[in-house]
């Protein structure tokens, strides 16, 4: 059986100010390491003018079949982040990293804006608060439980994409469609129903169907 883990519902945000410095906490679900950069890059180049952008996140590598090598997939490894992104040392990344680890939360990732309001708040002080960005965003999401999932890519002649669109739909799979000449899904399975899902596209399809 694969192994259940504990993430972020969706993306969220919470804001508060202290001591006039404004602080936004942004929180995110993700499948690998990759998405996790990215995300951290997008709320950088959003608030390139903060003052700081505190990122952390784990991400267990294995999970998905979305690109961050095989490491089993059942258990896989997790790969811990964090920085402190001008904050004085151990300040600010690693309680925000802290707060994902008490939760044992996976696959998600955080940043931290902070907006200097002229009132240094201490290495206690600023602990607390990145502690609290990342607390506070995860209550506004939520936490939820999840199966590792893998992304299988599926290429069929138009004639065979409804068949298998109806297929995707009654399973209730996530999955984004391309429509050209041929049509190609690529479709979130859980990893304990991958295998029973590719042939159950070849049966459906005689065959007529490319899986990767």
């Known amino acids: 059986m694969s192994r259940t883990y504990l993430t972020v519902a969706e993306p969220a945000t919470a804001e508060f100010v202290v001591q006039g410095s404004e602080f936004i906490g942004?929180?995110?679900?993700?499948?690998?390491?990759?998405?996790?950069?990215?995300?951290?890059?997008?709320?950088?180049?959003?608030?390139a003018d903060a003052t700081h952008n505190v990122p952390a996140y784990r991400v267990r590598v294995g999970h998905d079949g979305a690109g961050d090598g095989d490491a089993g997939a059942d258990s896989g490894f997790l790969r811990e982040y964090s920085s402190d992104d001008g904050e004085p040392s151990g300040s600010a990344g690693k309680p925000a990293l802290n707060v994902l680890t008490q939760q044992e939360i996976e696959n998600c990732a955080v940043v931290v804006t902070r907006y200097y309001g002229g009132t240094n708040l201490g290495v206690g002080g600023l602990v607390r608060t990145y502690s609290r960005a990342v607390k506070e965003?995860?209550?506004a999401t939520g936490i939820v439980e999840e199966r590792p999932h893998e992304t299988v890519s599926v290429g069929v002649e138009y004639d065979d994409s409804g068949t298998v669109r109806s297929i995707l739909e009654s399973e209730g799979y996530e999955f984004d469609a391309d429509y050209q000449a041929a049509v190609s899904f690529e479709v979130r399975v859980p990893l304990a129903e991958t295998d029973?899902?590719?042939?159950?596209?070849?049966?459906?399809?005689?065959?007529?169907?490319?899986l990767e």
Request: aromatic fraction near 8%; proline fraction near 2%; charge should be negative.
């Open 26 to 47: 942004h929180v995110r679900p993700v499948d690998s390491v990759d998405a996790a950069e990215a995300f951290v890059d997008a709320v950088s180049e959003e608030y």
């Open 137 to 139: 965003a995860v209550e």
């Open 196 to 210: 029973a899902f590719r042939d159950r596209l070849r049966s459906a399809t005689s065959g007529r169907v490319d």
